[in-house]
Structures are given as structure tokens and as C-alpha cells.
């Protein structure tokens, strides 16, 4: 391997780190998670985790600043549902079939709040839940079960990648080379996980 690629691959690093210790990395995450809240179906842990793994000493910054991101836009998207907005936002939804909104509206009604218990492992994007969360549930429980919720799969998220990447840390000649190639695979799992995750929704039924 010659100097020039290691080079490349050093600077990808160090720009990484540097990004992610800077301001602008939880004003991202804040942004990715108030916009994931009600219009956005990407998770805000697709950023977060990345973030955290090159710069674990700012784990806690960035869940915070992912959260509370998510949890205006959650609220955005509760108002939402009160108005004639909610239902067309919902029904455009990009990444989002009707399964997920048949269920998520079943689980509110069943449970109210508890309802969003549901959320952070089925699939179903938190926007689902707040454009239809208006009529089953007050907005101070929405935003309390919310928190607990969401912020506890960020939490686990953020350790994880914050535990990798301070043990991968240690051997960083080792990480300066093989970055390139975790960034490839990392999109490519998120992205082969986000289409599993379609079809296991999808009612073949109604479509064969």
C-alpha cells in the first residue's frame, strides 16, 4: 500500500474525528432527528452511530443532541395530526406502506401512549406514531413516552459504537486504513437492514 493512500485514508479519519468534535455534529443530529420526527424516514442513528464510534468522548452530546431533535419533531408531528396536515403527510409518507400505518394506528388506540412502546424495533418510522398520535393521547404523555422510548434505543445505539470505537481506538494505524471500508459496509448494511425491514411489512397478498 503506498504513502498516498495512507495518507488519504488518515485525513478521512482525522476529518471524521474533527467533524464530530466539533459544533456542527450535534446541530446535525438535532436536525436529522427533528426532521425524522415528522417528514424524514431515515433514523437519526444512522448519523448518530457513526459519530459516536470516532468520537466516543462525545457520546452523551450527541444522544442528547439527537433526542431532543427527535423529540421537537415528534411534537411537530402531534400538532400535526390535529389538523388537516396530518393525514396528508401521512398518507405521502416516503418509506412508508400502509401495514405500518394500519398498526401504528391500532397500537394507539388500543394502548394511548403506551402504544408507542411499539416504535423503536418494529420498523414502523416515529413519524407514523406522531401524525396519528393527536386524538388517542395529551402531548406531555406522547412527549414522556417518547423520551423513554426513543431515547433508550439511541442510548443503546451510542454505546455500542462508543465502545467499538475507543476499543478500535487504540489501534488507530489499524482504524486509518480500514475506515474506508467500514463506511462502505456500514452504508450497505443499513441499507440492505432498511429493505428487509420493507419487506418483512409488505402484505404479498395484496400484491400477487
Avoid at 17 to 45: K, M, N, Q, Y
Avoid at 82 to 101: K, S
Avoid at 161 to 176: C, I, K, N, P
Wanted: charged fraction near 15%; charge should be positive; glycine fraction near 8%.
Amino acid at each position: 500500500m503506498n504513502s498516498t493512500t495512507i495518507r488519504r485514508r488518515r485525513t478521512l479519519l482525522v476529518w471524521s474525528r474533527d467533524f464530530a468534535e466539533s459544533p456542527t455534529a450535534p446541530r446535525l443530529c438535532f436536525l436529522w432527528g427533528f426532521l425524522e420526527g415528522f417528514v424524514w424516514s431515515i433514523i437519526p442513528e444512522f448519523v448518530l452511530f457513526p459519530l459516536a464510534f470516532v468520537a466516543p468522548r462525545r457520546a452523551r452530546v450527541l444522544v442528547g443532541s439527537t433526542l431532543a431533535g427527535s423529540l421537537c419533531g415528534g411534537l411537530v408531528a402531534y400538532i400535526l395530526s390535529l389538523t388537516f396536515a396530518g393525514p396528508l403527510l401521512l398518507e405521502r409518507a416516503w418509506l412508508v406502506i400502509d401495514q405500518m400505518r394500519d398498526s401504528a394506528a391500532t397500537w394507539l388506540e388500543q394502548s394511548g401512549a403506551l402504544g408507542l412502546i411499539h416504535q423503536p424495533f418494529s420498523g414502523v418510522p416515529y413519524k407514523v406514531f406522531g401524525l396519528q398520535a393527536g386524538p388517542n393521547m395529551d402531548p406531555f404523555s406522547f412527549v414522556v413516552v417518547s423520551a423513554v422510548v426513543r431515547g433508550g434505543r439511541m442510548a443503546v445505539a451510542v454505546l455500542v459504537a462508543a465502545a467499538v470505537g475507543w476499543t478500535l481506538g487504540r489501534f488507530e494505524r489499524a482504524l486509518e486504513i480500514a475506515l474506508p471500508t467500514l463506511m462502505v459496509l456500514y452504508v450497505l448494511v443499513f441499507t440492505v437492514g432498511l429493505m428487509v425491514v420493507l419487506l418483512l411489512w409488505t402484505d404479498w397478498s395484496s400484491v400477487l
